[in-house]
């Protein structure tokens, strides 16, 4: 084997324009590949982090209440209780915190937006209060300042609130001024309540633009409801790899403690509304969910990213097996009365193929491993930059407001296999014909 | 002494409308049955509706549509009919529930009955039938002037129990004829929400009910908490003949799109 890879690599060195041409277009598409699953890695890893700051735990306790049949309140009774049995039985169990849930309509002196409503006690979020960052004035006010105003600890006040800078803009708030939010009660009827603006922060990707946070004590007021309920235990793992595997544990600990629970569905509570009412219950159900539920709305990102990825992977590895292809059936051409004597003094069949297919695996592996290591340079490089993005859309897009690519090994190892896998196939069917070329007519083809 | 504190006290009586002209409780409780009754009718109802919505930062939108009501099943159903977007959505109400069917989607989905209908300002109780002596307990205020019209002003807190989207409301009743003029809907926080003004009443004669029906010719909603969002109902085309049962039924607003 060693002899073949020697004369492999002389054969590489040889035609080292050849080598040098299809290598470098071998690199650059490995290096544009791993750029892409950095980017797709980079969303991904944004979309965990907004939703498990936002709006979700990696796992969620919620529930419904129905005091009729056609009612569906995102509400969990005996929350404490509920948190007591969370908190013994989690495995890999990082921190909980619970939070209020609701839907209501933020109005402004001038403007108005729908969003969805978060309870929160400012004193238990520490992750909260680590991935938030104030936005600058200039963020929400036209020819505003670079000055942060506010404070996250003013969310302690009960009449307190958190918005997002696109939201402030939007409504075209500062921290200080007072607006209405208006809900429906589980009754029906209409309730009100005034909040002041309290800080406004640096946006968050997309989600932010639907997610305000007020007091805790402020939602229960706004709701009417009592202090042993809540919207959700959002529960926090050290590894949220697990997050399906402690639901599914949970959903077990609280069967057997006499809870019902409902089937999973994988949906953002705000879509099981009509789905609840429905139903033909009352009482209280508890409803499990993972991080991934509650951005299920947004899964179609990642699925537009990961295909835009695999397509581009067929293309490029067509291309690649294309100019292989050619470029092996060429070098066979060149090298027949090479091969004609190789056979001559003994070689086998087998062995000229196995000669032909290392040099390509080789010409791949030396490539892809180059352009991984190209590709993983030219992200890190990226990011370090923190290139901004300007447009709305890409920024809704990419769910960040600067770019962000996340290299993982298994990338490295997916692009550099897959592409070298795709040069030694694309070099099968000249090394073949090569293998099976008669000696004396090789020899002959050279005179 | 204690003539002079009786003179000031029957002076004070004088001086203060409220005290005067106080409906008792019997007088208030009929006023709303009789707004109810004049309303309803035992038969069927049918009329063609306008809907304009005002909403600061948006394009004003027109809604044309026809409602249908049979009163002794609580039944309603609402075909919107303009813009051509929207022409084939509607609602229809069957034992206490409310659906909406989009025919872009061909999917009903369960409202609320507090639904604002297409979004405007406007809800199912605009369209249907007055329910107020049924759904809230009612007490004078005090008689008031509206205009150049006297009014006994009222007030109406939800029954416990009872699913409303306002649980209380003000309403100034005409003195004169007994229809509603204003009303406003507050919310549980006791925030003012919507005013509504009912500038022209108009009547027809059922023969169903051997009596006249009386219906709103245009409704104007004002938004409290969105300032300068506004929503006006015109009624016209009441007709009080009796409608095809298959009317009210998911079936029938189905074919009206296809």
């Known amino acids: ?447 | 002494m204690s003539s002079k504190i009786f003179g000031a006290a029957v002076a004070l009586a004088l001086l203060t409308p409220d005290a005067a002209w106080a409906l008792d409780q019997k007088k208030v409780d009929a006023i709303v049955k009789e707004l109810d009754d004049r309303q309803r009718n035992s038969g069927d109802y049918k009329a063609l509706c306008y809907i304009e919505q005002k909403e600061r930062g948006k394009n004003d939108l027109v809604y044309q549509g026809v409602f249908y009501r049979r009163d002794e099943d609580d039944k309603l159903m609402i075909l919107f009919l303009k813009p051509k977007s929207e022409a084939g959505k509607g609602y229809l109400r069957l034992d206490k529930n409310m659906f909406m069917y989009d025919p872009t989607v061909g999917k009903w989905e369960r409202r609320t009955e507090r639904e604002r209908i297409m979004g405007t300002d406007s809800r199912r109780q605009d369209f249907d039938e007055s329910r107020l002596a049924e759904e809230f307990d009612a007490k004078f205020v005090k008689d008031d002037k509206l205009g150049k019209f006297a009014v006994h002003h009222l007030e109406l807190k939800a029954k416990k129990g009872v699913d409303v989207a306002y649980p209380v409301l003000h309403m100034w009743i005409d003195a004169a004829t007994g229809n509603m003029l204003k009303r406003q809907d507050f919310a549980l926080s006791g925030r003012l929400m919507r005013t509504t003004y009912y500038p022209k009443w108009k009547k027809v004669f059922s023969e169903s009910k051997g009596s006249e029906v009386y219906y709103p010719e245009q409704i104007r909603i004002f938004d409290e908490v969105e300032k300068g969002n506004k929503t006006t109902v015109v009624i016209t085309s009441v007709d009080l003949k009796s409608l095809d049962a298959n009317i009210f039924t998911k079936a029938w607003l189905e074919s009206k799109s296809r």
């Open chain 1, 1 to 447: 084997m060693g002899m073949l890879i020697q004369i492999a690599a002389r054969n590489l060195v040889k035609a080292r324009l050849r080598t040098l041409f299809l290598g470098s277009a071998l690199t650059l598409v490995t290096a544009l590949l791993i750029l892409l699953l950095a980017l797709s890695q980079g969303v991904t890893d944004t979309m965990i982090r907004s939703a498990t700051t936002l709006a979700s735990g990696h796992v969620n306790v919620a529930g419904w209440f129905k005091a009729k049949v056609g009612d569906s309140a995102p509400l969990v009774t005996q929350r404490e209780k509920i948190r007591k049995i969370v908190e013994e039985n989690t495995p890999g169990l990082d921190f909980v915190v619970d939070r209020g849930r609701g839907w209501g309509r933020v109005i402004s002196d001038t403007s108005s937006l729908n969003a969805g409503l978060t309870g929160i006690d400012i004193d238990t979020e520490a992750r909260l209060t680590e991935t938030l960052q104030l936005a600058e004035e200039s963020e929400y006010v036209e020819g505003g300042s670079a000055e942060l105003h506010g404070k996250l600890e003013d969310m302690a006040r009960p009449d307190g609130m958190l918005l997002f800078a696109a939201q402030a803009k939007r409504l075209e708030v500062r921290v200080g001024d007072v607006v209405t939010v208006t809900v429906e009660l589980m009754s029906g009827a209409r309730n009100t309540a005034e909040f002041t603006v309290v800080a406004i922060a640096k946006d968050l990707g997309m989600m932010s633009n639907w997610s305000v946070f007020v007091n805790s004590a402020g939602i229960r007021k706004l709701y009417a409801l009592s202090d042993d309920v809540t919207g959700a235990l959002e529960i926090h793992l050290e590894d949220h790899t697990k997050a399906t595997e402690v639901m599914k544990h949970l959903t077990g600990v609280f069967e057997e403690n006499g809870y019902e629970v409902m089937d999973h569905d994988p949906q953002a509570f705000f879509m099981k509304f009509e789905t609840v009412q429905g139903e033909d219950w009352t009482g209280q159900k508890l409803d499990l969910t993972i991080w991934r539920d509650e951005v299920s709305y947004m899964s179609w990102l990642l699925l537009l990213i990961d295909a835009g990825a695999f397509l581009l992977m067929v293309i490029l590895s067509l291309i690649i097996a294309v100019g292989i292809t050619n470029s092996m059936m060429m070098s066979v051409r060149e090298r027949t009365s090479e091969i004609g004597t190789l056979r001559a003094i003994g070689m086998s069949r087998s062995r000229v193929l196995l000669m032909f297919l290392t040099e390509s695996l080789l010409l791949g592996l030396g490539s892809t491993l180059l352009g991984g290591l190209l590709g993983m340079g030219l992200a890190y490089g990226l990011n370090a930059a923190a290139i901004p993005v300007t447009s709305t859309a890409v920024r809704l897009i990419l769910m960040s407001d600067t770019l962000h690519l996340v290299v993982t090994p298994g990338q490295l190892v997916l692009a550099t296999l897959a592409f070298s896998i795709v040069a030694s196939l694309a070099a099968f069917l000249p090394a073949f014909r090569a293998s099976r070329l008669q000696p004396v007519k090789a020899i002959q083809h050279a005179s």
